[in-house]
């Protein structure tokens, strides 16, 4: 990744009119109807970007949707790329650095996840407060990373205060159940043991999952205020644990995802 290749790909955004968007947001696993309330959508896909990492098949339908939402301008990534897909950090934050260089001030995520915490409940979301980093490595770990940032970025508060007390209030309102919470992500693609469950709520994380906190370390490294919401999609019980699923976790974020469009709608009202 350089400095040229970031700049191509958000030129080429550019004359496809992704003009000064102001929020950045990624749409995760069953929550991609976000982009139906866009208005004047301009789309790229993903493999015409230039120096965008190439999406595999299963994933043809990743792209970045540009246009308003309640009067914002807006440029969502409906799909991203993850780690367990042979991709690696760079590449996945790859889509984070474009964004940031196309001009957003605010950047939101979603994803899917499983539920360590038992008092938290399927169909439940949680407002990630922090996160437990269990992949293994870090996006900020290459050579010429002082160019970009901050090499030791700071992330003693890496979730933005006030668009999470906003989401807070608005869930509050709307008679949304949002839970608080840590994120722990981890590599996948399988699930995990009974164990691992175990280790996960010894660590102190309320929610496991495969994405988003790769994302929120280069927000950071930007210094970009960063917001996430999780959809529970499954209750990670280790001493009664079911088999998952796949396809129930992703049933699960896309009957809880008409919720999910309303708190981010509702929050870039704000913003
Ligand atoms: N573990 C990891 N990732 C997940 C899970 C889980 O239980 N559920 C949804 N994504």
Known sequence: MTKEQLQESAQYLQQKGFE???IG?????????????ITEPIVA???HIPFFPLATVEFHSGKLVYGSISGKKV?????????????DFLDITYPIRVMHLLGIEKLLVSNAAGAV???????????IDDHINLQG????????????GERFTDMSSPYDADMGKQLVRIAKKQNIRLQRGVYASVVGPQLETRAEYRMLKILGADAVGMSTVPEIIVANHLNLPAVAVSVLTDECDPDNLQPVDVSE???IAERTEPKM???????IKTL
Do not use: C, W
């Open 20 to 22: 000064a968007p102001e």
């Open 25 to 37: 947001i990624v749409l995760g696993t069953g929550l991609g109807k976000l982009v139906d309330n």
């Open 45 to 47: 896909h993903y493999n």
């Open 75 to 87: 440029v969502v990534m409906q799909g991203r790329f993850h780690l367990y897909e042979g991709y």
């Open 117 to 127: 915490n038992l008092d938290f409940k399927k169909g439940d979301m949680m407002l």
């Open 137 to 148: 490595g870090s996006p900020l770990a290459f050579k010429n990373v002082s160019e970009f």
């Open 249 to 251: 976790i992703i049933a």
């Open 261 to 267: 469009v309303q708190l981010f709608r509702e929050l």
